[in-house]
Antibody, heavy 120, light 106 residues
Framework: EVQLVESGGGLVEPGGSLRLSCAAS????????MSWVRQAPGKGLEWIGR??????????DYAAPVKGRFTISRDDSKTTVFLQMNSLKTEDTAVYYC???????????WGQGTLVTVSS | DIQLTQSPSFLSASVGDRVTITCRAS??????LAWYQQKPGKAPKLLIY???TLQSGVPSRFSGSGSGREFTLTISSLQPEDFATYYC????????FGPGTKVDIK
């Protein structure tokens, strides 16, 4: 059974930092491209970034609203992907989902999401 | 960046209805389009990828079609469990999502 389990969400003040983790199991993690997608309260889905597999260099890509503030990394030995979020803004408040592209051009697997609230 | 629009943004329908949702891209995206279903408080679920390939386990009443810049998701006979929000997503360049179509009970 495929599982993606996010952790690390919570309440943080504007300007603060938070690190999310996503532990994966049930598929070949080292081959997968892993993305983070967020959803602000009552809003739609927003792709924020991805990390490719080591086979294609492990490169990262980011959406404009988070570029320079967020960093995605992976530890294939622990089948875990991370999202380091710095200089957080109130508009970063959202549920953050970890997703996996595991063979087809699509987000085939999703975690349950973790809520990040940026507020003073 | 490739922008996606969806129409309608809201749809009121009855069980048994045929429902069609359209997704339009700001530029040609080939067949790199996927559809997701999301219910309140839940993670999105993949329905269709590469325009028309049904994800394993998804009922055959769901189908996708299109090419170039215009794509459709069709539900041939709406079931009670299909009331949800539907998103299209393109993979031609950096992934992006459409704004969503909420399907509600008439």
């Amino acid at each position: 059974e495929v599982q993606l389990v996010e952790s690390g969400g919570g309440l943080v003040e504007p300007g603060g930092s938070l690190r999310l983790s996503c532990a994966a199991s049930g598929f070949t993690f080292s081959d997968a491209w892993m993305s983070w997608v967020r959803q602000a309260p009552g809003k739609g889905l927003e792709w924020i970034g991805r990390i490719k597999n080591k086979g294609v260099g492990g490169a990262t890509d980011y959406a404009a609203p988070v570029k320079g503030r967020f960093t995605i990394s992976r530890d294939d030995s622990k089948t875990t992907v991370f999202l380091q979020m710095n200089s957080l803004k109130t508009e970063d408040t959202a549920v953050y989902y970890c997703t996996a592209e595991a063979g087809n051009p699509s987000f085939e697997y999703w975690g349950q999401g973790t809520l990040v609230t940026v507020s003073s | 960046d490739i922008q996606l629009t969806q129409s309608p943004s809201f749809l009121s329908a009855s069980v048994g209805d045929r429902v069609t949702i359209t997704c339009r891209a700001s530029q040609v995206i080939g067949s790199y389009l996927a559809w997701y279903q999301q219910k309140p408080g839940k993670a999105p679920k993949l329905l269709i990828y590469t325009t028309s390939t049904l994800q394993s386990g998804v009922p055959s009443r769901f189908s996708g079609s299109g090419s170039g810049r215009e794509f459709t998701l069709t539900i041939s006979s709406l079931q009670p469990e299909d009331f949800a929000t539907y998103y299209c997503q393109q993979f031609s360049s950096y992934p992006s999502f459409g704004p969503g179509t909420k399907v509600d009970i008439k």
